[in-house]
């Protein structure tokens, strides 16, 4: 996964190696090269997750910094952990407390999550699924409080893949026709917020800022006043729409954000609310 990720730059692998250095995971004078992938087990503790211990050591939200967070059989987590995600997602950073130490980490990750879409993961084939469903569906993703869901900027239905697919060519770009691409719209945010301190992505802005650089024209904002009336966007829901549109305009090269990316970051936060 590393080998795929956007190369770390020099203020970012600085950031990463103090963070490791402290959880003992570097050499003495080692510095970390790639950009961390994190994935802990759903059994994870509180302080394994979020930072803690005798010595208020880093946790996997800032071992993540700079880098992707894997949180597989994301309902199986405690509640208690789900819902301290919320604050290292918001701030990118997390305070870790204990009696004799109060210590704030850098926690800006990617949050990648999955689950399946009820316990028994047969929800969508009638002839596999329990005798609880569809109720056990709503009853195991509910597990995710709404206020966390609506941090996902994407949320992507896989469905089950047939037999009969298995053995079909490849088909879609490859992955380093993609990183390509990722690259390059790294790039161009790169020289959007080289006058802005601390900013380095599209993710990092708000308020005037993420107006004046994600500014929808006539026909996306009547698009997204319609989507905030039918399925009730929150403010925060609004503002990650944005982002995730100018990333999409990024992507594909295009200077001013249009309709089509609008509709797209709409498309893939909407597919939950959709079920509601």
Do not use: K, W
Not at 143 to 171: C, K
Not at 221 to 230: E, K
Request: charged share 25%; glycine share 8%; net charge negative.
């Amino acid at each position: 996964m590393a080998g795929i990720l956007p190369p770390l730059t020099a203020p970012e692998a600085l950031e990463t190696s103090m963070i490791h250095s402290l959880a003992g995971l570097l050499d003495e004078g080692g510095i970390s090269r790639a950009r961390p992938y994190r994935a802990p087990h759903h059994t994870a503790s509180m302080a394994a997750i979020i930072g803690g211990g005798r010595r208020a050591s880093p946790g996997e939200v800032s071992l993540a910094h700079n880098g992707v967070l894997f949180m597989d059989e994301f309902p199986e987590f405690p509640r208690t952990v789900l819902e301290t995600l919320r604050q290292p997602i918001e701030s990118g950073e997390v305070m870790v407390s204990r009696a004799n130490a109060h210590v704030s980490y850098p926690s800006r990750f990617l949050l990648v999550a999955a689950a399946n879409p009820c316990r028994c993961g047969h929800l969508t084939d009638p002839a596999r699924a329990c005798s609880r469903a569809p109720a056990c569906g709503e009853d195991y993703l509910g597990r995710i409080s709404g206020p966390l869901m609506d941090r996902f900027d994407l949320r992507i239905e896989v469905p089950p893949v047939a037999f009969t697919d298995l053995d079909l060519p490849a088909s879609g770009d490859s992955s380093a026709t993609v990183a390509a691409r990722v690259e390059a719209a790294r790039a161009r945010q790169a020289e959007r917020f080289a006058g802005h301190t601390g900013l380095r992505t599209n993710a990092d802005a708000e308020g005037q800022l993420l107006e004046e650089i994600a500014a929808p024209d006539e026909e996306s904002r009547a698009l997204l006043l319609r989507a905030s009336d039918r399925f009730g966007l929150s403010a925060r829901g609004y503002h990650r729409i944005l982002r995730v549109a100018r990333t999409i305009a990024d992507l594909a090269g295009d200077d001013a954000l249009r309709r089509p990316h609008v509709a797209e970051a709409l498309s893939y936060r909407l597919v939950a609310a959709r079920q509601d």
